[in-house]
């Protein structure tokens, strides 16, 4: 099984508490971060059009995306742990995508196998890489039933 997370933004902003949750999530099942050029495109619409096109280069056409957004469905953190469980043992490999400065493109969200929310307020990607990092190895802690998650 495998968890593959595209954001835009460059590699040298992984930090170091990223690292850590990755080497936890690692317990638990093969994780890797993917790291895309942003458009550096002022424009909102062609600067999603272009980004969409980078990602949708990288992955196929059956690969299951989840695509962040905060229209998106909303869960609790159980609730996530077992929808992840499931794509995990239906698919295999579960890409994730946090889009860039001005969002994602339509194209993308409609190529998206499932649109997530973490609420309606916006974050930087790099915290919310961080968010969505924690949400993923505490998804997991639940699955394989450590205590790591409080009720």
């Excluded at 695509?67 to 469980?85: C, I, M, P, T, Y």
């Excluded at 969505?132 to 009720?151: D, M, P, T, V």
Aim: charged content about 30%; aromatic content about 10%.
């Amino acid at each position: 099984m495998k968890i593959k997370i595209w954001f835009f933004g460059k590699k040298s902003e992984i930090t170091d508490f990223e690292r850590e949750m990755l080497r936890r999530i690692e317990f638990r099942c093969d994780v890797s971060l993917h790291p895309l050029l942003q458009a550096g495109i002022d424009d909102p619409a062609a600067a999603k059009k272009k980004e969409a096109e980078k990602l949708l280069s990288k992955i196929s056409e059956t690969d299951f995306l989840v695509v962040f957004d905060e229209h998106g469905k909303k869960q609790n953190s159980v609730e996530f742990a077992h929808q992840l469980r499931q794509w995990l043992e239906q698919k295999q490999t579960v890409h994730f995508l946090i889009g860039g400065a001005h969002g994602l493109d339509q194209k993308i969200i409609s190529r998206a196998n499932f649109v997530l929310s973490f609420g309606a307020m916006v974050w930087t990607r790099n915290l919310f890489r961080q968010m969505a990092l924690e949400q993923i190895y505490r998804a997991l802690e639940i699955e394989g039933g450590s205590n790591f998650h409080k009720k």
